[in-house]
């Protein structure tokens, strides 16, 4: 079951040579596959040959010559901390992430998770707010909210988009309400002018979750732009990858300067150091990213704008063909995004469309044809067990009254229904490496729906 992250990234590893072949090693149609001469028709879950049997693209990519030369300078040059360096290799690669965005400022962190701890504590957001958030997300969206202390309130989504739907988040503002926290989930823009009507409306604070959105626009603009603060994650599986990593993007220089000083120990930056001379101005952690980490970046930064056009160009090409086979939904992007990222490639299945084959047998099917997807998050993001453990710590307790840390109350005025639909039946997703690909990998991914859907009746048939 395709319920976690882990899942996400493990499912985006397996796209591999190796991956792919476990994956048509354990499908029944692997004891059949060398044979010649096969029924094409018979789908490979049934003993048929798989409609694709290439590989995919191993990820991460990098070009040995040109990348790991620019790291083996970092590691002979014995300067692997940014600290008390002037001009360090992070530096750089911030200030080109930065500038990509068209931010003023930039800083790099540790990780996506840190890199949304952050934001919102140097906005003092915590104890006895309320963060509005969608359900359809990494955990880490939620777990930074209760990591400053606040109440993570989730607000449903538009299946459509997959997206955090403005008008649910509308309705979830309360006297409490403190902030919201957008996600671009999967790559794709969510509403952002109405989120940032609506966070001028109630003068509320915005952090938009762009970890997986890197390049991605709004009517030109790039997202992480748009807000208080824009969030970045470069783990492994991402885009971007470095292995790990994450960044704080945003306009506002006072508040950088905060950033930085927190994730510097509290050892006081910019405008504050000019003030105070170097103390410890606020309290602080070490959240720095290293210099073999920023080299990796600056390397992947390179290829970053040319893949997000081919992830652009196959997804487009593969939407437009998959929507003719009933059943298959693709996204839809708001009129006003000009670029989508494409972490993800998702579509809704509606098994009504296929026998009411349901969703993990469609996702065999297809892995058996040789197309790995995924049906990506679980829909009960809003009420695991991690909530309880929150409200049950002694902060929690002493913040909030009682009636607010009701567990079953919070469930009942967290339910999200479309959610729990999209997440947990009809979500698939194809991962990004996928759409790196040529057009005849994406009629591949085509092929094998199609053969899935004209055989659907034969495949309910065997279970
Ligand atoms: C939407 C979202 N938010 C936050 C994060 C956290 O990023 P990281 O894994 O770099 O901590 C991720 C990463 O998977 C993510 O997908």
């Not at 990591?147 to 299946?159: K, L, N, Q, Y």
């Not at 762009?210 to 997202?223: M, R, S, T």
């Not at 196959?314 to 839809?332: D, F, R, T, W």
């Not at 591949?444 to 053969?451: L, M, S, V, W």
């Amino acid at each position: 079951m395709w319920n976690s992250n882990y899942s996400r990234r493990e499912f985006i590893r397996k796209n591999s040579l190796t991956g792919l072949g476990a994956v048509i090693a354990m499908s029944p149609g692997s004891r059949l596959f060398a044979n010649s001469g096969q029924d094409a028709s018979v789908p490979a879950i049934l003993g048929g040959p798989p409609a694709r049997t290439k590989s995919w693209l191993n990820w991460p990519v990098w070009d040995t010559a040109a990348d790991e030369q620019h790291i083996l300078k970092v590691l002979r040059s014995g300067v692997w901390c940014r600290a008390g360096v002037a001009k360090s290799v992070v530096t750089e690669f911030e200030e080109k992430w930065a500038e990509t965005l068209g931010a003023q400022r930039g800083l790099a962190v540790v990780n996506g998770t840190n890199s949304l701890i952050i934001a919102l504590r140097m906005l003092n957001v915590g104890g006895g707010d309320e963060v509005i958030v969608t359900p359809y997300t990494f955990i880490a969206t939620v777990s930074c909210i209760l990591e400053v202390g606040a109440m993570p309130v989730f607000a449903d989504v538009d299946p459509e988009t997959f997206q955090i739907s403005p008008e649910k988040i509308r309705e979830k503002i309360t006297p409490r309400t403190r902030a919201i926290l957008p996600v671009h989930i999967l790559g794709l823009p969510c509403d952002m002018p109405a989120i940032m009507d609506i966070a001028r409306r109630y003068d509320l604070i915005v952090v938009e979750d762009a970890c997986q959105a890197w390049l991605a626009e709004i009517n030109n603009q790039k997202v992480g732009t748009f807000a208080n603060a824009g969030c970045f994650s470069f783990q492994n599986s991402k885009n971007i990858p470095i292995g790990e990593g994450g960044a704080i993007v945003s306009d506002d220089h006072e508040f950088m300067d905060r950033c930085h000083s927190y994730h510097n120990t509290g050892r006081s930056y910019g405008q504050m150091a000019d003030l105070v001379g170097g103390q410890y101005m606020i309290r602080g952690n070490n959240l720095r990213m290293t210099e073999y980490q920023a080299a990796i970046g600056l390397a992947q930064l390179k290829r970053l704008d040319s893949q997000t056009s081919i992830r652009s160009r196959n997804a487009e090409y593969l939407k437009n063909k998959i929507s003719a086979i009933p059943g298959i939904l693709p996204y839809k992007l708001y009129g006003n995004v000009t670029r989508a990222a494409f972490h993800l490639f998702p579509f809704r299945y509606k098994n009504e469309e296929f026998n009411g084959m349901p969703r993990s047998q469609f996702i065999r099917a297809l892995n058996a044809e040789g197309v790995p997807a995924s049906g990506g998050y679980s829909g009960n993001l809003n009420r695991m067990p991690y909530l309880k453990d929150a409200f049950q710590t002694k902060n929690y307790q002493l913040m909030y009254p009682r009636e607010m840390l009701d567990f079953d109350s919070y469930v009942e005025r967290n339910r999200t229904p479309a959610n729990e639909q999209l997440a947990d039946h009809e979500a698939v997703w194809f991962s990004q490496s996928m759409l790196l690909g040529t057009t005849s990998d994406m009629d591949d991914i085509y092929n094998a729906i199609e053969k899935i859907h004209k055989n659907s009746g034969r495949i309910i048939a065997s279970l």
